[in-house]
C-alpha cells in the first residue's frame, strides 16, 4: 500500500461546478498535508497546507483534513478552464520530507 | 516564495557521458532537496541537505551524489548516465513558515540518456 494515494483520474468537471479531489495515507504519523498544482511539463507549486482536522478557505480552495479516517481533500468551487492541472497531494510525518502521492489529473470542461 | 533556479531545462545525452545538473536559490534557505519524477507517477525523494556539507540520501536509491558547498548552490551528479536515468529531475528548497516547512520547486531538468 502506498503512504498517499490519490485516484489518478482523469477528473472532468463542467466550468463553474465544484471539483473534489480526494487522498489517502497509511502512516498515523502524518502531521501535515500538502496541495500542489503541476501543469504539464511544469513544476509544482503550492495551493495550501493543512495540519488541523476540519476545513481550511483559501479563495475557492478548500482543504478537507480527516485524521480519524486519513483522509484529505481538495474542494475547488467554480472551476474555471485554468484549474485544468494535476493535483499533488502530499504528507508530512513533521520531519522535512514529503511523501507525495501521483496526482490527480483534472480537466475543467469549457 | 523561494527563487529557485534550475539548468539545463532539457538535456540531451549519451550513454556514459558525465552530466551535472545544477540548481540555485537565493533566499538563504538552508534545506533543500532533489526528486525524480517520471510522466505520470509520484515525486520521489531522492538526495536531501539541511545545510552547508549536509547530505543524505532520500528515500529512492539513485546512482546520482550530490554535494553541498555553499547555501545557495546544490547540484546533482551523475558519473555515468544511463538510459534508466532518463526522468525529470526536481530541485526544491524550503522555507519554514506558519510552523511548517514549506517546499518550493525549480522549473526542473528534463534528462534523456540515449
Known amino acids: 500500500q502506498k503512504e498517499v494515494e490519490q485516484n489518478s483520474g482523469p477528473l472532468s468537471v463542467p466550468e463553474g461546478a465544484i471539483a473534489s479531489l480526494n487522498c489517502t495515507y497509511s502512516d498515523r504519523g502524518s502531521q501535515s498535508f500538502f496541495w500542489y498544482r503541476q501543469y504539464s511539463g511544469k513544476s509544482p507549486e503550492l495551493i495550501m497546507f493543512?495540519?488541523?482536522?476540519g476545513d481550511k478557505e483559501d479563495g475557492r480552495f478548500t482543504a478537507q483534513l480527516n485524521k480519524a479516517s486519513q483522509y484529505v481533500s481538495l474542494l475547488i468551487r467554480d472551476s474555471q478552464p485554468s484549474d485544468s492541472a494535476t493535483y499533488l497531494c502530499a504528507g508530512n510525518r513533521g520531519n522535512e520530507k514529503l511523501t507525495f502521492g501521483t496526482g490527480t489529473r483534472l480537466t475543467i470542461i469549457p | 516564495e523561494a527563487d529557485i533556479y534550475q539548468t539545463p531545462r532539457y538535456l540531451v545525452i549519451g550513454t556514459g557521458k558525465k552530466i551535472t545538473l545544477e540548481c540555485s536559490q537565493t533566499m538563504g534557505h538552508d534545506k533543500m532537496y532533489w526528486y525524480q519524477q517520471d510522466p505520470g507517477m509520484e515525486l520521489h525523494l531522492i538526495h536531501y541537505s539541511y545545510g552547508v556539507n549536509s547530505t543524505e540520501k532520500g528515500d529512492l536509491s539513485s546512482e546520482s551524489t550530490v554535494s553541498r558547498i555553499r547555501t545557495e548552490h546544490f547540484p546533482l551528479t551523475l558519473e555515468s548516465a544511463r538510459p534508466s536515468h532518463t526522468s525529470q529531475y526536481l530541485c526544491?528548497?524550503?522555507?519554514?513558515?506558519?510552523?511548517?516547512?514549506?517546499?518550493?520547486f525549480g522549473a526542473g531538468t528534463r534528462l534523456s540518456v540515449l
Open positions: 493543512i495540519y488541523s482536522n
Open positions: 526544491a528548497s524550503s522555507e519554514f513558515r506558519a510552523g511548517k516547512n514549506i517546499q518550493y
